[in-house]
């Protein structure tokens, strides 16, 4: 237990001086000044991964996925200090830090490629971030401030945190819907619903949690699972996407279900934002 709560500090710390370190980068301090010190710091970081249109193989857009660089421990997952950031709190800065980078990240990408369908950019939101009163504000000043489209933003939460409160959640699901954001619900089928809220919530798109897609062989009850989310989007007038698609068998699956649109390592594991860049380029004239 001693243990488990001095690592738990130790991450504390490194989120907390990642957190100082993203901010103190984006005040353009000189590269070179910084540069030496940089490789020994904590900070955190964006990886992106594609979002597929199963029908024509497009990219259809990215999920932002953050990382907190650690110098001791390399890439250290979301999973751990997601769970740290929430109990403290400091997932509130990081998470305006998180939507403004990928803001910004597409937008440079909506620049550089000037040709290309415009893409979405899906990011996460944690259950104390949707509880900010002042959270559509916060969003609408950083799309202002990156020129970002309101439709090109997506946020992505999950059954649970919007069933926990469903009053407070239909309010804020109508303010940011209202701001032009669009809405996922993630992870979908592994938290609680209430089928009569669902239909009242303004959202575009419910995320098929990749455990279902994982076990969809044949006829067997995960395909029966993933046949009847589908069903219930479409009823819904909501578009699907599938989690965790990981090989041709699952896709051909998904795409004779109609399933709008996939991600998972079949087309990519989350790239950071050169390789991603990388990924738009040669999907510009790409097929799957
Ligand atoms: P999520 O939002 O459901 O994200 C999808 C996770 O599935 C990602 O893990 C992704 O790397 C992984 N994944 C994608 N395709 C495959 C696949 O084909 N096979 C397998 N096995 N895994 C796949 P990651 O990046 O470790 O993130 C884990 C979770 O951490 C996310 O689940 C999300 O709940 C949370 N998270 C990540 N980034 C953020 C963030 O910026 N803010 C907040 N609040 N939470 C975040
Ligand atoms: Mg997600
Ligand atoms: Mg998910
Ligand atoms: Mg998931």
């Keep these: 237990m001693h243990a488990h709560a001095v690592a738990r500090l130790h991450l504390e710390n490194d989120l907390r001086r990642a957190l100082a370190e993203n901010s103190e980068l984006s005040i353009n301090t000189?590269?070179?000044?910084?540069?030496?010190n940089q490789a020994k710091k904590s900070k955190l970081l964006l990886h992106y991964q594609p979002i597929v249109s199963l029908a024509t193989g497009k990219l259809?857009?990215?999920?932002a996925l953050?990382?907190?660089s650690h110098p001791m421990r390399g890439l250290v997952s979301p999973i751990e200090f997601i769970p740290v950031a929430e109990e403290t709190g400091l997932i509130v800065p990081m998470g305006i830090w998180i939507l403004r980078e990928a803001c910004r990240q597409m937008r440079l990408w909506q620049l550089e490629f000037p040709d290309l369908a415009p893409l979405t950019m899906s990011v996460n939101l944690s259950g104390k971030q949707f509880s900010q009163p002042d959270l559509t504000e916060q969003i609408k000043q950083?799309?202002?401030?990156?020129?970002?489209?309101?439709?090109?933003?997506?946020?992505e939460i999950t059954e649970t945190v919007v069933m926990e409160n469903a009053a407070a959640a239909t309010a804020m699901l109508q303010q940011l819907s209202n701001?032009?954001?669009?809405?996922?619900?993630?992870?979908?089928?592994?938290?609680?619903?209430s089928l009569s809220y669902l239909h009242r919530f303004p959202l575009n798109t419910l995320?098929?949690?990749?455990?279902?897609?994982?076990?969809?062989?044949?006829?067997?009850?995960?395909?029966?699972?993933?046949?009847?989310i589908l069903t219930l989007a479409h009823n819904l007038g909501l578009?699907?996407?599938?989690?965790?698609?990981e090989t041709a068998d699952q896709l051909e699956?998904?795409?004779?279900?109609?399933?709008?649109f996939g991600q998972g390592y079949f087309f990519s594991k989350p790239l950071d934002s050169n390789a991603a860049g990388l990924f738009i380029a040669s999907n510009l004239d790409n097929n799957y």
């Design 30 to 36: 000189p590269l070179t000044q910084n540069s030496k």
């Design 60 to 63: 259809a857009g990215f999920e």
């Design 66 to 68: 953050v990382r907190l």
């Design 142 to 155: 950083i799309l202002q401030e990156t020129e970002l489209p309101a439709h090109c933003l997506k946020l």
């Design 179 to 193: 701001s032009g954001i669009r809405l996922s619900i993630d992870d979908f089928g592994t938290g609680y619903s």
């Design 207 to 228: 995320k098929i949690d990749r455990s279902f897609v994982k076990g969809m062989r044949g006829e067997g009850e995960d395909s029966e699972i993933v046949k009847t």
């Design 239 to 245: 578009d699907a996407i599938a989690e965790g698609i």
């Design 253 to 260: 699956k998904l795409r004779s279900l109609n399933c709008e």
